[in-house]
């Protein structure tokens, strides 16, 4: 299978501290990649450089065999996209916010597109209702609509369903499955949830202080790890 | 009391019937605010914006000079208005035909500029400055351009950007010390409601001053009125 990002020798530093040190990293057209990994160890900065929204101090990283310079990052930033923890919605309408990608592009005849990613969300009831008035999941969800109706090539969630109850975890992963096998959507998803993993990713990646530890198939990943730090983490252990 | 209730009633019937050199006084001092309003908007929101969004070395002091602007007493400026376009001043004696002449309407307009742009760049600075970070972030994340991203964070701060604009408009038709000094309240030319209000009590017209001044006080009323429903529909 193609690879859709290609990383090499990728280092970033904030100040004096290095975030990411990755060798090599493939991630294949159409899979759905886990990572996992404690708090501080680079997912979330990795996840802004495969979105472009920051690039690395040294190193490459390769969209579709393209070499991902800044200049290009506008391009390639429509063709990508990120769910983040804590969704940030626009004042207006869950209707307003859905169509907002969209509306960047100048796109504006998918509304039947809209209403039915809408419906698929369960927030048809909600379609008028003002984001601000939206529960913590609800907001989530209209981010994964507003995600979803711009048909990224691949979609980045980024502990999308931290502190959400049983329904939303339940909906958004059902969705985050379907997105991947309807459009072959690539999915890269950041999880502190190793469970989460296990159900959606068909490989998985521990990072540890910058550094992808180790990445396999998800179920040798967890079963039949190779690195001992992968196994202490499966097993819930506190690894650094 | 009876002097104020006369003043009240007589101020009134001036007002209600159209009395044309009460109307003349308002329609001028709308005129100067007015412009000088739209001029400190074209000026204040984009540089305010732009403070407020940009990371910039040196931001801080001029964050710091834009606050301090905000505080500027009227009378200040308008001395340093008069001392500017004096003909002893810097620019006065130059004659140019872009340059204002003291006593005109365009000299009052540049005073109330002065007075009013940093208030409308500090207020949108921090209407910018207050929106969550994380919705630039998304934003970008979802494809939009610089421009776009600018446009999504005014548009999330548009209350903000309003008030700024009303709180502006409040300092300058209210202002009597920098008009008086530049303006210098000349009959059928530049007198406005604070300038006449100033000269009707010294001439003793009472009843005129009082009308002037329940206009300026209605028009200030309608501003804080009209500030505080739009602070009510944002919350």
Known sequence: ?240 | MQQLIDGIVHGLQLLLSGDPVLWEIILLSAKVSGIALLISGILGIPSGAFLGLVRFRGRRIIQAIVYTGMGLPPVVVGLAVYLLLSRAGILGPLNLPWIPQLFTVPAMILAQVIIATPLVAGYTMTAVADINPDLKVQVRALGATPLQVTLAVLREARLGIIVAMVGGLGSIISEVGAVMMVGGNVDGSTRVLTTAIMLETRRGNLDLAIGLGMVLLLLSFLINFGVTQLQGKGN
């Open chain 1, 1 to 240: 299978m193609a690879s859709i990002y290609r990383l090499q020798h990728v280092k970033k530093t904030y100040e004096d501290r290095t975030v990411l040190d990755i060798e090599h990293l493939e991630i294949e057209e159409g899979e759905i990649l886990a990572l996992v990994g404690p708090s501080g160890a680079g997912k979330s900065t990795l996840l802004r450089l495969l979105n472009f929204l920051e690039y690395a101090d040294s190193g490459e990283v390769y969209y579709k065999d393209q070499l991902a310079a800044p200049q290009l990052a506008m391009n390639l930033r429509r063709q990508v996209t990120t769910v983040f923890q804590r969704p940030a919605l626009l004042q207006g309408s869950t209707e307003d916010n859905v169509v907002y990608g969209l509306r960047i592009r100048g796109k504006q005849d998918s509304k039947a597109e809209v209403r039915e990613v809408i419906a698929r969300m369960g927030l048809e009831k909600l379609r008028r209702a003002r984001a601000r008035t939206l529960s913590g999941g609800e907001a989530q969800r209209v981010a994964l609509a507003r995600a979803m109706v711009v048909h990224p090539a691949a979609l980045l969630l980024d502990e999308p369903t931290a502190n959400l109850d049983p329904y939303n975890i339940g909906l958004i992963e059902e969705v985050v499955r379907e997105i991947n096998e309807r459009r072959k959507t690539t999915i890269v998803l950041v999880t502190h949830n190793v469970f989460q993993a296990r159900r959606l990713a068909h490989r998985t990646g521990l990072m540890l202080s910058g550094q992808i530890i180790e990445i396999g198939r998800t179920q040798e990943f967890f079963e039949r790890p190779r690195d001992p730090r992968t196994r202490a983490f499966a097993q819930g252990e506190m690894v650094y």
